[in-house]
């Protein structure tokens, strides 16, 4: 699935917290669901239904963490430029109070025009725009008023780019919000569909729903095509079994997009947070190189992705309920093959 947040130095996902409430959520829903429902839909019916149902899951999560990755970024220049405008004001500050000492020095000495009080105006501007005043205070004084100005004018600038900034990040808050109400849904529907067949269809179906799609085992083996490669594709390997939980990069849960950047993050690359972003970032390769440790897009909007792994198969997080696994390359329609 496409692509919450940066990974978290610490290496623990962010996103467990609020996928274990969405679940909580879900199951909530679940829960709630009438015993005298209306006449079940025949059975394949419903398992295409539920296969619909997760794909739209998966993109309203690539949109969720695309979101989420753009409020995460805005916070972090956010936080740059309080830093910068706090810093930027103390300077300020300082050179106020230098010149307010210098033009006090000489008004008492009687060396200077008690005009040059207004060096200690909060708008320099009005002082140097009376040309007449100029003559009176030395070359030195006029250029730090000026510096002065141009400190005054750059910290203007930079709060009013603040605070759009802020507002941006207001707007992806509920962008995010939204985005999440959108996957609870879906997968609580899913889920209940899920839950109206019969046990073994259901196990089934949550073994590999994919696997009777076009099986193409007969493809491409061979090494990873480079160490990093081969180092993510062993992280890859060691989250086999993991739950799949939206929104989360890893390392106790994973969603689509979440278990492949986790895992070149272990190589020491870094990949964007979102499974169309991953698709873009290496060499395209035909289905035939495949080699292992290539990320494998799907769909025409690569909404999904997951790494491939040697003898026509892929190891990737498929859906909420399905743990990280392994499944043929031809489970749905690939959109590109991406050597890192």
């Keep these: 699935m496409g692509s919450h947040r940066r990974l978290a130095p610490s290496g623990f996902d962010r996103g467990s917290a609020a996928a274990v409430g969405l679940l909580s959520v879900a199951a909530a829903v679940l829960g709630a669901v009438p015993a005298t429902a209306a006449p079940a839909a025949p059975r394949d019916d419903r398992r295409a239904e539920v296969d619909r149902l997760h794909t739209e899951a998966e993109q309203a999560t690539e949109a969720y963490n695309k979101a989420d990755a753009r409020t995460d970024a805005l916070r972090k220049e956010i936080g740059t430029a309080q830093d910068s405008i706090a810093r930027q004001q103390e300077r300020i500050n300082t050179m106020r109070d230098a010149l307010g000492s210098l033009a006090g020095a000489q ?3 009687g060396g200077i ?3 040059l009080a207004l060096l200690l105006s909060a708008d320099p501007d009005e002082y140097l725009d009376r040309a007449s005043v100029l003559d009176r205070i030395s070359t030195r004084q006029a250029g730090e008023l000026r510096e002065l100005r141009q400190a005054m004018r750059d910290l203007a600038q930079d709060r009013a ?17 939204a985005h999440k109400k959108t996957v609870e849904r879906k997968l609580a529907k899913a889920r209940a569909l899920l839950n109206s067949l019969p046990d073994d269809e259901r196990a089934g179906y949550e073994r ?3 696997s009777g799609r076009e099986d ?3 493809l491409a083996g061979g090494g990873p ?16 079994g993991k739950p799949y939980v939206w929104g989360a990069n890893g390392p106790s849960g994973f969603d689509c997009s979440g278990l492949t950047q986790w895992a070149y993050a272990q190589a020491g690359v870094g990949l964007p947070r979102t499974s169309q972003a991953q698709s873009g970032t290496g060499r395209r390769v035909s289905l035939s190189e495949a080699r292992p440790g290539d990320l494998v897009a799907y ?9 491939y792994a040697g003898n026509g198969q892929v190891i990737h997080a498929p859906y909420p309920g399905a743990p990280v696994r392994y499944d043929p390359v031809g489970m749905m329609p690939v959109s590109s093959i991406t050597r890192v």
């Design 107 to 109: 008004y008492r000495s």
């Design 113 to 115: 025009d008690p005009s």
């Design 161 to 177: 780019e603040a605070a759009g900034k802020l507002a941006e990040l207001e707007k992806g808050r509920k962008a995010v919000a």
């Design 208 to 210: 590999g729903s994919r």
């Design 216 to 218: 193409l085992t007969a």
């Design 225 to 240: 095509a480079s160490g990093r490669a081969g180092a993510a594709f062993a992280a890859a390997r060691s989250a086999l």
């Design 299 to 307: 769909r025409d909007d690569a909404s999904h992705i997951g790494m």
